[in-house]
């Protein structure tokens, strides 16, 4: 969305809203208590078992005691669908709602519009898109996740995903459990890496990482992007930028996506665009499941178009029984964890408190956190 | 073994068997067919799928029509246990015996004495702990394998394992697959590579390439070997050498095994060198399955200790239906395949060829592919 777009429709926010609008949602916490709601994946007998598992329901982002102490009310809950569910019950009077990509509290324009004394929606870890962004610029809401937390988890996590379709693992691994022992089942499609063209579709923070990553790999590394990377991470790891995303693709073997989730971007890998890709094509996406045309993927995989696709990020999550990436041909699919490791949850859970923090004091947050601050939207949302 | 046993033994090896020793065996091919037998892995259906999956039985390296032009004899068979076996068929009479590690012709001392024609044992690929070397330096046999031809291939494999672990991608795969989703179940034991601290036991020219590709991840990084690597390399990759390996076990959280199978390596990881490693070690080792005690692995890997077992090479392969570790728990196995990529197939397959025609022509090998060399053992295996 462009700039004036947001601000014509921040405009009208205004003018058609009264007294709920940007004026009254300004970012400064009024004093007394607040009410903090926290949606996360719950981890039932897992959470005794590491001590730093803070991102879980039963670890609460380890805020409990700093909040309460405050004289703040935190629920916290993984309850998060259905008119009847838990999160539902405090959308009229909550002030904060923090949510994760992982197990994501949608938050659709009615709910914002029920939540009269929403302030802030906070994101911990990266990828804000389960909040209706548009919606929440209208009402004048703060939007802001934990920049950076996690880019290094998600990242190495990529890496690993490229290997594991260029060496076709699963195959491998289902013999071995299976009581089998067939080489040629796995060899006749297992590659080296070293030589085989990457592209990565967006070079923000985790496609930089992961370029970084891959460049002792030998590989023909592009990237596709709005605007060329820094020239000296360009000298680093020798990636050519391809301005033509189309051209771009029938020249990788493997292709990562590393955009957000936008209006933009959603549904943009449909049949048409797989078709530009190789016959053969590996594909990593750890970014957003929507970004895919789920139905066809799923037919790629199973004619062999797409000969491997692996990622952690579906539409909806939780992924439902019948979500036909659990089934087609060569996936290496996993639920999304890619960056929520005990270290992000860390990172992120500190990130999340320091915010807090702030909205208490009235002060702002470091600028690159900001996802919707007074109406406008981040630049990789626009 | 050192220089001077392995002279002895073939001194010994002249007195005691008259004219089948070094004077008789040495790496002339004389004028006239040849029979040269391949043993390699199966493909069956599989073979069709590839045009360049030439590693196999079928493929039978892409040698078949240039060896038969010649006028040379070439079997090619998967058969190669027991008294009855293919292989065992053609022992009297072959003069050149190729295997690869990934389906072992075991060429024991007994075979060797069987083999009164055979001049040369080839590996396509690295690593000939199949043969029993010790045996063929007395025999006055050479051995020779395509050494660097798929070094690459097995150190990417290695990261891929390394994250794997790190990541616990199997649990989250084992989800999809069965209708699950539990972030929790995954979550609670999945790190970040960066930070942590990983070991090469062994840093010949795989392990090299490892620690050239562990680089970026910025982890602590350790080796031990009988020498030290280039300081260029040392300085390249902030690789720290550890001269004593018990003092560098406890300290790693990955431990990556990369040194040959040999006569003092065999069984070296037993339940004292594992108990010296830190609780929630894990382990990558595609070297050779014999160079751990199998049940000390399997039993760490059920208390616990060992949080994470993975690598491509068993003892014996094929591994059989019971071996222990299909059934430890948080292994990441497959059969044995890093080294057998299609890539990595067609290097060897040419490095076969090269050396059969040096061979044919009574030219030396490049000496680095040297093994066994009139009686003397290559420093790696002494």
Redesign the interface.
């Known amino acids: 969305m462009a700039m004036k777009q947001v601000a014509n429709s921040a405009m009208k926010a205004i003018a058609n809203s009264g007294s709920s609008s940007l004026l009254t949602r300004q970012l400064h916490a009024s004093p007394g208590s607040k009410k903090i709601v926290g949606v996360f ?4 007998e ?2 005794t ?2 001590p730093n ?1 803070v ?2 329901v039963e670890g609460a982002l380890g805020l409990r005691q700093w909040l309460e102490s405050q004289g703040h009310q935190y629920i916290v809950t993984d309850d998060k669908e259905g008119p009847d569910c838990e999160l539902e019950k405090h959308i009229p009077d909550l002030h904060v709602l923090i949510s994760t990509p ?2 994501p509290a949608y938050v659709t324009a009615e709910r914002i519009k029920k939540a009269k004394n929403l302030q802030l929606l906070l994101t911990a870890g990266i990828g804000s898109d389960h909040v209706d962004l548009k919606a929440a610029a209208e009402a004048g809401l703060t939007v802001a996740e934990v920049t950076g937390s996690n880019v ?2 998600v990242a ?2 990529e ?2 995903r490229i ?2 379709l ?5 195959p ?2 289902h ?3 299976t ?1 089998d ?15 085989k063209t990457v592209g990565t579709i967006g070079a923000g923070r985790i496609g930089k990482l992961l370029l ?2 891959l ?3 030998n590989c023909n590394l592009l990237y596709h992007d709005r605007v060329k990377i820094d020239p000296e991470l360009e000298k680093q790891t020798g990636a050519k930028f391809e301005e033509d995303l189309d051209a771009m693709l029938p020249k990788c073997d493997i292709i990562v996506i590393n955009m957000p989730l936008t209006e933009k971007t959603r549904g943009m890998f449909d049949k048409d665009r797989i078709a530009k890709m190789k016959k053969g094509v590996l594909i990593v996406n750890n970014a957003r499941g929507a970004i895919m045309d789920t139905q066809a993927v799923a037919d790629a995989c199973s004619s062999g178009h797409i000969a491997g696709y692996s990622g ?1 990020v579906w539409y909806p ?3 439902p ?1 019948d979500h036909p ?2 089934y087609m041909p060569n ?8 960056g ?6 860390l990172r992120y859970a500190a990130g999340v408190k320091d915010m807090l923090d702030r909205y208490f004091k009235g002060e702002d947050f470091p600028e690159q956190n900001y996802i919707v601050k007074a109406g406008e939207l981040a630049p990789q949302y626009r």
């Not at 022992?181 to 030589?195: F, S």
């Not at 996936?331 to 890619?338: D, K």
Request: glycine residues 6%; aromatic residues 16%.
């Open positions: 994946y719950k981890a039932n897992y959470f078992k590491n598992f991102g879980c992982f197990h290094v988890s190495e996590d890496l690993m290997l594991i260029v060496r076709n693992f699963v491998g691994y013999q071995v459990i009581g022992w067939n080489v040629a089942g796995i060899a006749y499609r297992a590659y080296d890496l070293e030589g970084q990553r460049k002792p790999f952690d999550q939780p992924a029984k990436w659990r996936q290496a699919m996993t639920p999304h964890i890619s929520t490791t005990i270290d992000a949850q």
